[in-house]
């Protein structure tokens, strides 16, 4: 059995590292911004690396900076060992759990097998992934993508920072030193592979704390594409330009994004712009001359997802030729993370687990509808997940709260 | 008669401060960044000081920075001059022409009148007033407002650079030795009066060049307000979080920006929207926590003005309880330049010089879309203005352009 508190203790204490967004006026009633390879990033990555070697886990770095600790089992035979994964980094206005948990619940269990003496007959271990948000360098679970084979590592390294366009995720790797030296890959010859990899992970979600359960067995995620949107007008006087005269990226960005919100809804899918830009130097009477938006479209199945982008740039088409003199657009798709389904036996004994622990009417099975480092783990060996509640559903907020009464 | 080359060579010559954002290979074929107070208008002010003074000019700087150029008449009796004013701050992705030909049209008439020894009966001068643009320091004809007793002298140096909250107005004219020594205000004890103001501008929008005319002679301007909106929501994961839980400002300020247009074209008015912003920790797989967007309302009669506000807030409120859980919002109003009418007797001899230079069917009588100095200054002395043509009624644009066949 697990020490709660001593759980809690040493999530919060890292913590530290990041904390801001106060909201209230206890020690822990703080947001976090951890963003991945800032010095606070580094500041948790070295206290994780003491912590483990203290275990008597080894430590490997691969050329994106994910560490892997290692803690040896009873037969010596080499197989790849046994995961527990997930991730450091925070969302710039984000909460104490996300991600943070499944590493600190993963050190917990490693402390708890070494205090009780419990050896595993193989291998088993702990990850840290490197820059699963994508906040600072927009591409989300970059690092396992690597991993996984389906993001190229050059493109990953050359991400910048949205706010720098001087630092490269590379070039922070450098910086910290954590471009470490192996490969980062699953090839047994050269990079580091893994027997299975199970995360622990808020839900993130309202459906745990609305139907009153308290773990979710993850059977897969749903399927996500991330495009941004590049709208361009021209640039009039806001007081002499008659609407007819007009190409406004504006105003048509804004039908576009109550456009997709409406598509969306139509098909129960998820549609959201979180980021808009106009340039830095727009001003109140002048038409800008360009807007750029995010655009996130997400559902369980990948048809949907497909169906729901077509009908979107569709509409974005007859908006963009609606008002005035028009406006024509272009379009990158930065991140494509089809849906995926996690592996059976992993699953089930999840869910053997769970029944066990808190019985079937307080767990169930339940799709992600985040994005995890394990999507793309299970591309290359048996993975699943655990979901516990979070209040409210709430993240990506400072108020992010997840309660040991549910660890 | 003015010299048009001498007219065209020097307006160009003095855009060297300032230029960029070229779009063709021609020596002018560049627009114009010389924000109020950076170094580039220290650097035009200073020539312009130098020039004034070559002409026999007095120069007098006031607390706003306000540049008065006095050529003496014959009679020495103290009135109040007559003034051609105008201002040589630009749009941030401004054109060659919008405020700077006015001064240059003045400062020609200034060389014309010494050159043929043309000397009036009473003062006369040029004006360059500061910040007109507001594009800077976000309040459009503040100086002149300041001398018209509109806008508090606080309130005009508080305002803050729009990029850096640091600097303000006040900080600038001290940097750069504007900060005068006598009041801005039409006060003749304190300030500096002025007998008359008139001033020539392009028109900024597509009415002469579309009827073919080559003189407007305005009779006033529209009226305008600007508002800035801010909506409140809640920072939400894009992935986990249904529609009916969201709190999305930027979906809200999307429906609210489409709305303010449809609004407004019922109204047969304008209502523009140059600027959004999200936070800068805004990231594309989180709905916003706020918005941040500028409203800009035109009409020529102010009671259209005041009803298309009213309708947007009824129809923003609506906005703001229909998606989700409903978002928030608040708002202030940063410019209120109510329509004005300009002097019959100014209007009346700017119509008759028009119609004996360029033929009654070639001129025509107008409203201002725009503000202008002039506007403020009506409020203290007779004042008009003189419109030229510009090409495809393209203004707030690098490519705004005047032929000097207009001149
Ligand atoms: N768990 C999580 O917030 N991941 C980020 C990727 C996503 O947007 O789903
Ligand atoms: N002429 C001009 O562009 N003035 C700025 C104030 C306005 O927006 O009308």
């Not at 299975?196 to 459906?207: T, Y």
């Not at 897969?220 to 590049?230: F, S, V």
């Not at 979180?274 to 001003?283: Q, T």
Request: glycine letters at 8%; aromatic letters at 8%; one cysteine or more.
């Amino acid at each position: 059995k697990i020490n709660p508190e001593r759980l809690w203790n040493t999530l919060h204490e890292t913590c530290k590292w990041g904390a801001t967004h106060r909201y209230g006026d206890g020690p822990t009633d703080t947001g976090m911004a951890r963003l991945t390879l800032t010095d606070d990033d580094a500041s948790v990555r070295k206290w994780f690396a003491t912590e483990v070697q203290k275990l008597g886990c080894t430590l490997s770095v691969d050329q994106m900076g994910n560490m892997f600790a290692r803690q040896s089992g009873r037969l010596s035979s080499p197989v790849p060992m046994i995961a527990m994964g997930s991730h450091l980094d925070t969302q710039p206005r984000g909460g104490r759990y996300d991600g943070i948990l499944g590493i600190m619940a993963a050190l917990e269990v490693l402390r708890t097998m070494k205090e009780s003496k419990f050896q595993t007959n193989y291998d088993v271990g702990v990850v840290n992934w490197t820059n699963e948000e994508g906040a600072r360098f927009p591409m989300s679970m970059c690092s396992s993508g690597v991993w996984a084979g389906a993001i190229p590592i050059q493109k990953a390294w050359d991400l910048r920072d949205i706010h720098d366009p001087d630092v490269t995720l590379r070039s922070e790797l450098e910086r910290h030193g954590y471009l470490g030296d192996i490969s980062c890959s699953s090839d047994p010859a050269t990079g580091y592979p893994l027997g299975a990899h199970f995360e622990l992970h808020i839900e993130q979600g309202p459906i745990l704390p609305e139907t009153g359960r308290s773990i979710g067995v993850v059977r897969g995620a749903q399927g996500y594409r991330w495009l941004t949107m590049t709208v361009h007008g021209k640039d009039a006087h806001t007081g002499t330009t008659p609407f007819s005269a007009r190409q406004d990226p504006l105003l048509a960005s804004s039908r576009m994004i109550a456009a997709s919100h409406d598509i969306a809804k139509k098909h129960d899918a998820l549609a959201s712009t979180g980021i808009i830009r106009v340039p830095s130097n727009a001003s109140t009477n002048t038409v800008s001359s360009q807007v750029t938006f995010t655009l996130d479209i997400r559902h369980p199945q990948d048809s949907v997802v497909h169906a729901v982008q077509d009908e979107c740039l569709r509409a974005f088409d007859a908006i963009a030729a609606q008002d005035g003199k028009g406006v024509w657009f272009d379009w990158t798709l930065d991140t494509d993370s089809p849906a995926v389904e996690f592996d059976h036996n992993c699953v089930a004994s999840i869910q053997a687990a769970a029944n066990q622990l808190v019985g079937r009417e307080k767990s169930m099975l339940m799709t992600s509808g985040a994005g995890h480092d394990t999507v793309y783990t299970s591309k290359h060996c048996p993975s699943a997940m655990i979901f516990v509640p979070c209040k409210d559903g709430v993240s990506h907020h400072p108020t992010e709260y997840c309660s040991p009464q549910d660890w």
